[in-house]
C-alpha cells in the first residue's frame, strides 16, 4: 500500500517545539512505535471492515496509553494534557481517521468528565477500568432533535425510588455499538434552556437501553457510530454523574479539551497531507519535468505549508494558554475554527496535486480527505464557533 504518512520532511516542524519539551519527544517515539506496529498494517482492513477491534483498547492500555494524563492511584501515568496532545497527534498517523476518532471518544470526551466530576466509588467503577481498556466508554449528548442546540436535549430521567427511569434516544455517538457504558446528557426536570440537564453512567445490559442502529458514514470508517434508545432504563442514584440539574456545566467543562483535540489531529494530518504532496511533486513527471517545477504546483503546495503553520502556531497557543490554566476559550475556539477549515482545504488541494491518483484509495489522500470533512462539524460546527467568538467581541 502506497500511503501519504510516508511522505519526505519539508511540513514536518523541527522539534520539540513548546509547550513541548524532550519528555514528550520520548513519549512520541514510543507511540509512534506502537502506532507503526499495531495501527497501521491494520487500518485499511478496518476500513472495510467499518470495524477495529475492542482489543486495540487492551494494546493501548498495556503500553499506558489510555491513562497518560490520569493518577497512577486509578492506574493512568501520572501525566498531563500535552502527554494526551502527544497521543492525539501520533495516532493521526494510523492511517485511519475512524481508529483515531474510536479511541479519542475514549480517551478525549468519554473519560474526562468521570475524573473529573465523578465520586471516588465511580472513578473505581468506571475510570480504572476503562484505563485498563477494560470497559470501553462512549459520551452521549446528541439527539435526534438536539445538535448544537444543547439545551433541545428530550431524553427524560424520571426520578423513582433509588435512582431515575430514562427515555429517549441518541445520535451520532463515537464508539456507542461497543460501549461498555455511555456517559449520557439527560433532562432531569421538566424545565426548557441549560438547567435540568444532568448526566447518568448507563451501562451495558441494562434493561431497556439498546443499540439501535450503526450508521453509515461518508469517512471514519472503521469507528462505530451509534444510534442508541433508552426505553424505560432504570439508573440507580450512585449512577448519577457530577450534581443533579448540573449537566450543562459537565459539557462546557471539556469542550475546551475535545476542541484543542480535535485542532491537533488536524494540524498533524496537515502536515502529512504536506509532505505526501511534496514527494509527489519531486517524483511524478509531466510535460518532461516534475510537477512541483510548475508554479501553480509550487504555489499550491507552499499555500498548503503554510495553512498548516498557522493553524499549528494558533493550535500550540492556544494549548499553551489551555495547559497554564489560563482562560484559553477564544485561543482553543479560534484554533477549532481555523485548523477544521484548512484541513479541509489542505485535503481538496492534496487530493489535485497528486491528480488521478489522489482520487484512488491507494494513496490514502482521498481517505483523508473523507475523514477530515466531520472536523468543521463534530464538537461543535464552525457556525458555532463564530457564533461564540462574535459574542465574546461584544456583538
Ligand atoms: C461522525 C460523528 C461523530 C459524532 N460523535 C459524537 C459523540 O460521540 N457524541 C455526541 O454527543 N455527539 C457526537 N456527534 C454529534 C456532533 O457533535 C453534532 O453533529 C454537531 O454538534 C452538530 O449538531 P447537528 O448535527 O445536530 O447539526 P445542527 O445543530 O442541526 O446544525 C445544522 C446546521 O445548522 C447550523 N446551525 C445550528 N445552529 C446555528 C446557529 N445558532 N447559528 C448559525 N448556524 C447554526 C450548524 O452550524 C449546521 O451547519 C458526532 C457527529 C458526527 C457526524
New binding site residues.
Given amino acids: 500500500m502506497r500511503t501519504f504518512e510516508k511522505g519526505v520532511p519539508g511540513a514536518a516542524p523541527r522539534r520539540p517545539l513548546p509547550p513541548f519539551g524532550d519528555e514528550h519527544e520520548q513519549l512520541r517515539a514510543s507511540i509512534r512505535r506502537f502506532v507503526e506496529r499495531e495501527l497501521r498494517p491494520h487500518a485499511e482492513r478496518w476500513e472495510d471492515e467499518r470495524w477495529f477491534p475492542d482489543e486495540v483498547f487492551a494494546k493501548l492500555a498495556a503500553g499506558g496509553f489510555l491513562g497518560l494524563k490520569y493518577p497512577e492511584a486509578y492506574g493512568g501515568q501520572g501525566g498531563d494534557h500535552l502527554h494526551d496532545a502527544v497521543l492525539i497527534e501520533e495516532l493521526g498517523g494510523c492511517g485511519s481517521g475512524g481508529v483515531a476518532a474510536g479511541i479519542g471518544?475514549h480517551v478525549t470526551?468519554a473519560t474526562p468528565p468521570v475524573f473529573k466530576f465523578g465520586t471516588e466509588e465511580q472513578k473505581r467503577r468506571f475510570l480504572v477500568p476503562a484505563i485498563r481498556g477494560e470497559r470501553i466508554a462512549?459520551?452521549?449528548?446528541?439527539e435526534p432533535g438536539?445538535?448544537?442546540?444543547v439545551a433541545a436535549i428530550r431524553t427524560r430521567a424520571e426520578p423513582v425510588d433509588g435512582g431515575w427511569v430514562v427515555n429517549g434516544s441518541?445520535t451520532?455517538?463515537?464508539?456507542?455499538v461497543r460501549a461498555d457504558f455511555v456517559v449520557t446528557a439527560v433532562k432531569t426536570t421538566a424545565d426548557g434552556g441549560h438547567g435540568g440537564l444532568s448526566f447518568l453512567l448507563i451501562e451495558r445490559g441494562m434493561e431497556g437501553f439498546t443499540v439501535s442502529r450503526k450508521l453509515e458514514?461518508l469517512g471514519?470508517h472503521a469507528s462505530d457510530?451509534a444510534e442508541l434508545a433508552f426505553a424505560d432504563v432504570f439508573v440507580p442514584e450512585e449512577n448519577l454523574l457530577g450534581r443533579e440539574n448540573e449537566g450543562f456545566y459537565l459539557i462546557m467543562a471539556n469542550f475546551q479539551w475535545e476542541r484543542i483535540a480535535m485542532a491537533l489531529g488536524a494540524v498533524a494530518a496537515m502536515g502529512r497531507l504536506v509532505d505526501s504532496s511534496l514527494a509527489y511533486a519531486r517524483e511524478r513527471v509531466a510535460f518532461g519535468r516534475p510537477i512541483g517545477r510548475f508554479q501553480a504546483i509550487r504555489h499550491k503546495i507552499a499555500a498548503m505549508a503554510v495553512k498548516h503553520e498557522a493553524a499549528r502556531a494558533l493550535t500550540y497557543h492556544a494549548l499553551r494558554r489551555f495547559h497554564s490554566g489560563a482562560d484559553a476559550i477564544d485561543e482553543v475556539t479560534q484554533a477549532k475554527l481555523l485548523s477544521q477549515r484548512y484541513a479541509c482545504e489542505v485535503a481538496d488541494d492534496a487530493i489535485q496535486v497528486h491528480g488521478g491518483a489522489g482520487y484512488m484509495r491507494e494513496y490514502g489522500v482521498e481517505r483523508a480527505a473523507r475523514d477530515l470533512r466531520?472536523g468543521p462539524?463534530?464538537?461543535?460546527?464552525?457556525?458555532?464557533m463564530k457564533?461564540i467568538l462574535g459574542r465574546r467581541l461584544g456583538l
Fill in positions: 471518544a470526551i462512549a459520551l452521549g449528548i446528541t438536539a445538535g448544537s442546540d441518541k451520532f455517538i463515537t464508539g456507542g458514514k471514519w457510530t466531520l462539524i463534530g464538537g461543535g460546527t464552525d457556525e458555532v457564533e
